[in-house]
């Protein structure tokens, strides 16, 4: 713990509380909005820090309006002075500011685990991350998070080259392993092929998961909820490989399951969520 810090509310009665700082997704189907679905049908206690405003459907984002850094710091000091948390979760902090006041909040109150999706790009191709920020996303954010969540495209602009196969996945994490990160798990969901690879890598290896492509179009918010439901089965006391491939098969079952909405990129069906037990952590 920081020297200075102010340590978390004392745990009475584990209700895994986490806190999700992200933007706001009007359509429901990513952002916050995906990230309460998940964390409450999972069995989590879901608070928020809104990061910015997005006008945005399945058809795309038309606009985001931003959200003052200190107004974030304001929200996240709110919940974890009162509830606390157990993880932290984040997805759309675009700016270098709010990466900062993010990195700055968690360690005032002791930095709880901290499950981080580095949105940078939209379903639709929007960026949701300034090009000044990239640098802070790498300095700041990834020596700090317990587990970073990248697709392929964000690990690519993060290393500076593409990522395409499961070799270049792995290069990929270990460069990310090597500028501080403590896990990656570096999604596949945007290659082409027929069986997918998500790729988990630790101090010890590598841990490949596999699964089959489930073809559709309504797969807005995937890796949003992917995060979230990690970051609610590792609140829950679930260990990090098991915790993963529940958070997968999780995801899976939500896009078969997906309620086909909208004329483009539709949401998940976040309703098929089960509660499994899972490995608990030492």
Request: charged share 15%; glycine share 10%; aromatic share 4%.
């Amino acid at each position: 713990m920081a020297q200075g810090s102010k340590p978390l509310p004392e745990i009475i009665d584990n209700r895994a509380r986490v806190l999700v700082v992200a933007g706001s997704d009007s359509g429901g189907g990513a952002g916050i909005q995906a990230d309460i679905k998940t964390i409450t049908v999972l069995g989590g206690y879901a608070m928020t820090a809104v990061s910015a405003l997005t006008a945005q459907n399945t058809l795309g984002v038309q606009s985001v309006m931003d959200v003052p850094a200190a107004f974030v710091s304001a929200q996240m000091h709110a919940v974890l002075s009162d509830i606390g948390a157990d993880i932290c979760k984040t997805g759309m902090l675009q700016r270098s500011d709010i990466i900062e006041a993010v990195c700055e909040s968690l360690e005032v109150f002791g930095s709880p685990r901290w499950v981080a999706d580095p949105v940078m790009i939209a379903k639709g191709g929007a960026p949701l991350l300034q090009k000044q920020a990239v640098g802070a996303l790498l300095s700041l954010v990834v020596p700090k998070a317990y587990l970073l969540t990248p697709n392929m495209p964000e690990a690519a602009a993060l290393m500076g080259r593409n990522v395409e196969t499961l070799d270049d996945m792995k290069r990929a994490a270990d460069f990310l392993m090597e500028h501080g990160a403590n896990a990656v798990l570096l999604k596949g969901g945007h290659g082409d092929q027929d069986i997918l690879y998500d790729l988990l890598a630790t101090g010890s290896g590598f841990t490949v998961f596999e699964s089959v492509r489930v073809e559709s179009v309504h797969t807005h918010g995937t890796g949003c909820t992917l995060a979230s439901a990690i970051s609610t089965y590792l609140a829950r006391g679930s260990a990090l490989e098991p915790a993963c491939e529940a958070a997968i098969n999780y995801v899976q079952k939500a896009i078969r399951a997906a309620p086909r909405l909208g004329q483009g990129h539709g949401p998940l069906g976040h309703m098929a969520g089960e509660t499994p037990i899972l490995e608990r952590s030492d």
